[in-house]
DNA sequence: CGCCGTCTCGTACCCAGGTACGAACTCTCG
DNA sequence: CGAGAGTTCGTACCTGGGTACGAGACGGCG
């Protein structure tokens, strides 16, 4: 008995490109396709697939939010995600582990990959791009000591006011008056933003905010 | 006699799933794949084909300038290339449609839109995605003006390997070690870079790489 | 050949950015 | 009401980023 797979991507042509290298394998079907989160938590809900390939970056719900709906109180069965995104930013990769997806590839990462990984998700093992593990094995031997602590993606309000800001390339003097706060101020939301995107300058904020789309 | 194409784009994946895509219809044959720019010219010249699909964005050698060399001085024949990208730019079309494109798909666009446009482009016609037509439609009837585009970056290839580290994150303490020269030097080219694009800061800069296109 | 651009490195200085505390105020919620 | 989260501000300190010089080496080109 094959197994079966629910792909959820927002472009379609991504979406018909993953059906047709997985359907090169014999013991492989896609039995549908979903193109929101919440499509893809319907989906999952009602046709119960093996393996659900999950695209991190949709519109509305994304690949987050809709693997942590179906971790919660969606199927019986343990869940058996594999995310899929062109960027590797770690916050994305932690997120996804917390969610319950059990694979991470980046999109570039071949199509053998692909399969290889649809089987190890069918069988409840994990598979993870090879750049990726190399970049969490460094954070494990770094000790990586504030995620154990950290919630997934808790920004609150302000915090996203800020990271807004700093990804419009605006000067922590700037942003302290455009937001119309003290410069101190400033500086404590950018720590906080980023310990929890375990960022180490605000270039890198930035290119979360961009990865993320929530600037373009 | 099919239509033979060649498929440039630096994801793997996306090779894989164009070719299988294209490969469905009985009148298209895939004679190529190429993972950058250089090998997307060095291979048009060698092989000939009817239609080159190009992704824009590519390490190196991108997609735009690879037209511009195939359109120079590669092919007498007129060239037929299809310019694929997932972002719909609008800077992105005039570049590739003043390079000798005569194309332009969003990844998104579906399966059928990336053969119909292989089979208009055979035929040396255009087709392009029909979000995008609306926005050049939209260019046109508000008489299109404002341009604050730089159309030439005279970034020098050093310089360029700075900007990817800066949009990659990286401290000056790390650039100058991937890149192994000194700090000062960094700095430098940091400093000219910063001045070619007018940028205050290296936020900026990775703002700049993200908008053009040159990391994602 | 001399000129020019690029890449490289150096020194020195200044300041924005980042860290590490502490603390007050407001609001919600059990 | 007490607890917690969010926002705000303060002080002090240190590092990394940015600027302003100058200068040698290399290669292409008129």
Redesign the pocket.
């Known amino acids: 008995m094959p197994t079966r797979v629910l792909i959820a991507d927002d472009q379609a042509m991504v979406r018909a490109g993953f059906r047709l290298i997985l359907e090169g394998e014999p013991d492989i079907e896609v039995v549908g396709e979903a193109a929101d989160g919440d499509q893809a938590v319907r989906l999952a809900r009602e046709l119960r697939p093996d393996v659900t390939l999950m695209d991190i970056r949709m519109p509305g719900v994304d690949g987050l939010r809709a693997t942590e709906l179906l971790a919660g109180a969606g199927v019986p069965d343990p869940l058996h995600v594999v995310m899929v995104t062109t960027f590797g930013l770690d916050e994305n990769v932690h997120a996804a582990l917390r969610a319950g997806a059990c694979g991470f590839l980046l999109k570039d990462a071949g199509p053998n990959l692909l399969i290889e990984a649809v089987h190890a998700a069918a069988h409840g093992e994990a598979l993870v791009s090879p750049a990726i593990t190399t970049r969490l094995l460094a954070h494990f031997t770094r000790g990586g000591s504030a995620h154990a602590t950290e919630p997934a993606n808790?920004l609150?309000?302000?915090?996203l006011d800020v990271v807004k800001a700093v990804a419009r390339g605006e000067?922590?003097?700037e942003i302290?008056r455009s937001?119309?706060?003290?410069?101190?101020?400033v500086?404590?939301?950018?720590?906080a933003v980023?310990r929890k995107l375990s960022a180490?300058?605000?270039?890198e904020i930035a290119i979360w905010a961009w990865e993320s789309g929530l600037i373009r």
Not at 200 to 203: A, E, K, P, S, V
């Open positions: 808790p609150t309000p302000r915090e000067t922590n003097d302290c937001l119309v706060v003290s410069l101190p101020t500086k404590t939301h950018i720590g980023k180490r300058n605000r270039t």
